[in-house]
């Protein structure tokens, strides 16, 4: 207690507040410095990390080039067993002339040849189209008739077939087929 009053004779009371006042200044200035400087070494570290893998996925650009180009070459390959029409009743009339020719081609006789259309809870007709059909041949000629078809370049899914035997010795065959097309400008 005597060196504090001591001091305080010594120097003043002015002047030691003013000089504790000078070092809590330089306080507060150095610890507002140290917390700059811890933020810019955070904001250091968050664009050193998104460098890193803004880096990691240039480095990936040409695999990902690869895979878009091999996705579009797949997706022309794949497009080509689809009929292609500017209307989905274009598509069935396409796919009605492409079955009709490979019948007669087979040698069935073509009784009746029917799409249908299937809708989604939009009302909107989806990409395939369901054919019902009946005909009457034999039945090497039915099998003929079945390599033609999935020897063609089209897409067809063989859905139901029944075969009732008839009085000549020709069969009636029923089938259900669907035809797969896709919409184009």
């Known amino acids: 207690m005597n060196i504090l009053s001591q001091i305080l004779s010594r120097y003043g009371t002015r002047n030691l507040l003013i000089a504790v006042a000078v070092a809590l200044l330089l306080v507060n200035i150095g610890r507002f410095s140290m917390g700059y400087y811890a933020d810019q070494l955070n904001e250091l570290a968050g664009k050193s990390t998104q460098l890193e893998s803004r880096q990691m996925a240039v480095s990936r650009l040409p695999e990902l080039r690869n895979r878009i ?3 579009r070459a797949e997706k022309t390959a794949r497009s080509s067993y689809l009929f292609s029409a500017h209307s989905a009743e274009e598509a069935a009339s396409q796919m009605q002339i492409f079955l009709q020719k490979q019948m007669t081609e087979s040698g069935l006789v073509l009784q009746t040849l029917q799409p249908g259309f299937r809708k989604n809870e939009q009302g909107e007709i989806i990409g395939d189209v369901a054919i019902k059909a009946r005909l009457t041949g034999t039945l090497n000629q039915f099998a003929t008739f079945m390599a033609t078809l999935y020897k063609s370049d089209k897409l ?19 089938l259900e087929l669907k035809g797969f097309y896709q919409i184009t400008p």
Not at 156 to 168: H, P
């Open 69 to 71: 180009e091999a996705l």
């Open 156 to 174: 067809f899914q063989l859905d139901n077939v029944t075969l009732k035997a008839s009085r000549t010795a020709d069969l009636t065959l029923f």
